[in-house]
């Protein structure tokens, strides 16, 4: 399988620990950049159709504003109810100040 990257925003744009929400290829993504990382995560959360971006980031975790699940930005995996189903974690590649994401898998 290989993975396309497409640009996603600037590095610069990203504030520590305040998500930011743009669509890639069809898809909705939040991005957040957070000890000394950039994670790329599906931005509808699985329990309520809400967007994740405007939560909340705290330990690697991003928390849904409407309910209050927390999902692991690194895994997906929600950490608390009412969510049971994790979200989609995309890779995440820096070049430059570039943010580039893969949300397709291409066999």
């Known amino acids: 399988m290989t993975e396309t990257f497409v640009r996603a925003c600037a590095?610069?744009?990203l504030e520590e620990d305040a998500p930011k929400r743009v669509e890639l290829?069809?898809?909705?993504?939040?991005?957040v950049?957070?000890?000394?990382?950039?994670?790329?995560v599906n931005d509808i959360c699985s329990?309520?159709?809400?967007?994740?971006?405007e939560g909340e980031v705290e330990d690697c975790q991003i928390?849904?504003?409407?309910?209050g699940?927390?999902?692991d930005l690194r895994t997906g995996k929600p950490s608390?109810?009412?969510?049971?189903?994790?979200?989609p974690v995309y890779p995440v590649k820096?070049?430059?100040d570039d943010v580039l994401v893969s949300v397709t898998q291409e066999s």
């Open 94 to 96: 820096i070049e430059g």
């Open 63 to 67: 928390e849904c504003w409407l309910h």
């Open 80 to 87: 608390g109810l009412p969510a049971t189903r994790p979200i």
């Open 25 to 31: 290829e069809g898809v909705p993504v939040a991005l």
């Open 11 to 13: 590095l610069t744009e």
């Open 47 to 53: 329990h309520a159709n809400v967007s994740l971006s």
């Open 33 to 40: 950049r957070t000890e000394g990382e950039v994670f790329a």
């Open 69 to 71: 699940s927390s999902f």
